[in-house]
C-alpha cells in the first residue's frame, strides 16, 4: 500500500506545469498529485503517470455543473481517459451545488467507487453541515479539500475537531495562501523576522510545518519550480525551539488571523463581475452554482476577503458567496478577512 507524503501537489491552473517538473516532484518523494478539469492539468498530469501509475496518489474532481447522477459519471470518465488511467485513487466534488440534491451525487459517486473506477471518495469545499449530509448518505467519505492557510484558519475552529474525531483526511489547497504566506506585510513581516530570518528558513517551508501540525492533515502547495520544491524538503525537520517560535507567532498574534463582521454595503465590488444585485438574480456569465441558487441552499460561511485600500475594502475573494449572502440576508453583516 502507498505511504502518502503529507505534502502533495498542487498543479493550480496548470501553468508553468510540465512533466519534468512534476518527475522532479515524485522523485522528492511528493507522491499525491491534485488536479481538476477546471484546471486544465489533468492531460499534463496523466502524461507524468506513464511508467509510475502505482507509484502516484492522483486526485481529480467533478465540477458543481456536473453533479446530477448521469453526469458525475461522465465527468469522471473523461478524466479518466484524459489522464489515460483506469482508476482515480481520490475522487472528490469541487463545490456545492445547491440547485442539484446530494443523493443525486452520491449515488453517482457510488457508482463509480463500486465500478473500480474510483478508489476513494472526498468533498470539496464544504461546511461541516454538509459534509455531514454526505457522510449521512455515503458513510465513506474519505476526506475533504477545502482552502487551509494561515490567512484563512476557519478550518480550525469546527471541521478539525470532527474529521480528527471520525478519521478523515483534510487536503488543504493554496496552503501558502498565493504566496501571501499568512495575508499581508504586517503579519509576514512578523514571521519573517521572528523566525525565517532568525534560523535561515524560508517562509514556505515555516508556514507548511505549522500547518501540518495536525497528523490527518495534507498540504497541496503549487510547485513553480525545482527550486521551490527543494524548499519543501526540510518541512518538519525543525528543532523544538524553532517550533516553539513558529507557534510564538501564530498563536500568541491572533488578532492578524481573525475574520471581522462588515456590512456588504461596505464592500468594494469593482472587481467584482456582477455590480447589483439584478447582475446576480439574472447570473448572466453563466456561474455555476449561480448566486440564486446558493442563497436558497445553505450558506457556506467561508469568509469573504478583501483588501484594504486607503479607506475602502475591495471584494478580492468570494464574489458568488456575497451575491449569495446578500441574496438571502440583504445587508446584514458577513464574515471577511482583512489582507493588509
Request: glycine letters at 8%; charged letters at 25%; one cysteine or more.
Given at each position: ?55 502516484v496518489?492522483v ?5 458543481p ?9 461522465a465527468s469522471?470518465?473523461r ?12 475522487y ?11 443523493e443525486?451525487t ?20 464544504v ?11 455515503m ?31 483534510v ?6 495562501d ?8 504586517k ?20 508556514c507548511?510545518?505549522y ?5 490527518f ?17 526540510s ?7 524553532v ?6 507567532v ?18 468594494d ?7 447589483t444585485?439584478?447582475d446576480?438574480?439574472?447570473n ?8 440564486l ?7 457556506y ?11 475602502n ?5 468570494g464574489f458568488?458567496?456575497?451575491w ?11 464574515d ?5
Amino acid at each position: 500500500m502507498l505511504t502518502l507524503n503529507r505534502i502533495g501537489i498542487g498543479t493550480g491552473a496548470a501553468k508553468n506545469l510540465t512533466v519534468d517538473l512534476l518527475h522532479a516532484a515524485y522523485d522528492l518523494g511528493m507522491n499525491v498529485v491534485d488536479t481538476s478539469p477546471r484546471c486544465g492539468s489533468e492531460e499534463v498530469v496523466g502524461k507524468s503517470l506513464q511508467g509510475r501509475r502505482d507509484k502516484v496518489y492522483v486526485i481529480t474532481k467533478v465540477s458543481p455543473e456536473h453533479m446530477k447522477t448521469k453526469d458525475v459519471i461522465a465527468s469522471c470518465e473523461r478524466s479518466l481517459k484524459v489522464m489515460g488511467t483506469d482508476y482515480i485513487d481520490l475522487y472528490t466534488t469541487h463545490w456545492p451545488n445547491p440547485a442539484i440534491p446530494v443523493e443525486e451525487t452520491v449515488a453517482g459517486l457510488m457508482k463509480l467507487r463500486d465500478q473500480g473506477k474510483i478508489r476513494g471518495v472526498g468533498v470539496g469545499n464544504v461546511s461541516l453541515r454538509e459534509l455531514v449530509q454526505y457522510r449521512y448518505l455515503m458513510p465513506e467519505i474519505n476526506s475533504v479539500q477545502n482552502e487551509y492557510n494561515l490567512f484563512d484558519r476557519s478550518m480550525e475552529m469546527v471541521m478539525f475537531p470532527y474529521c480528527e474525531a471520525n478519521k478523515i483526511q483534510v487536503f488543504a489547497y493554496s496552503p501558502l495562501d498565493g504566496g501571501n504566506f499568512c495575508g499581508g506585510p504586517k503579519t509576514t513581516s512578523l514571521l519573517r523576522r521572528k523566525v525565517a530570518s532568525y534560523y535561515n528558513f524560508p517562509m514556505s517551508t515555516l508556514c507548511l510545518t505549522y500547518l501540518l501540525r495536525n497528523s490527518f492533515v495534507f498540504v497541496l502547495p503549487r510547485i513553480k519550480n525545482v527550486k521551490k520544491l527543494k524548499e519543501f524538503e526540510s518541512v518538519g525537520l525543525f528543532s523544538k525551539s524553532v517550533y516553539s517560535d513558529i507557534k510564538e507567532v501564530f498563536v500568541d498574534n491572533l488578532e492578524g488571523f481573525h475574520s471581522i463582521k462588515m456590512l456588504p454595503s461596505e464592500i468594494d465590488l469593482w472587481l467584482s463581475s456582477y455590480k447589483t444585485i439584478d447582475d446576480a438574480t439574472h447570473n448572466y456569465l453563466g456561474r455555476s452554482p449561480e448566486p440564486l441558487d446558493m442563497a436558497k441552499g445553505e450558506l457556506y460561511l467561508k469568509p469573504l476577503k478583501v483588501r484594504h485600500e486607503g479607506t475602502n475594502y475591495v471584494l478580492v475573494e468570494g464574489f458568488m458567496r456575497y451575491w449569495a449572502h446578500v441574496l438571502a440576508l440583504g445587508n446584514d453583516p458577513i464574515d471577511v478577512l482583512v489582507r493588509e
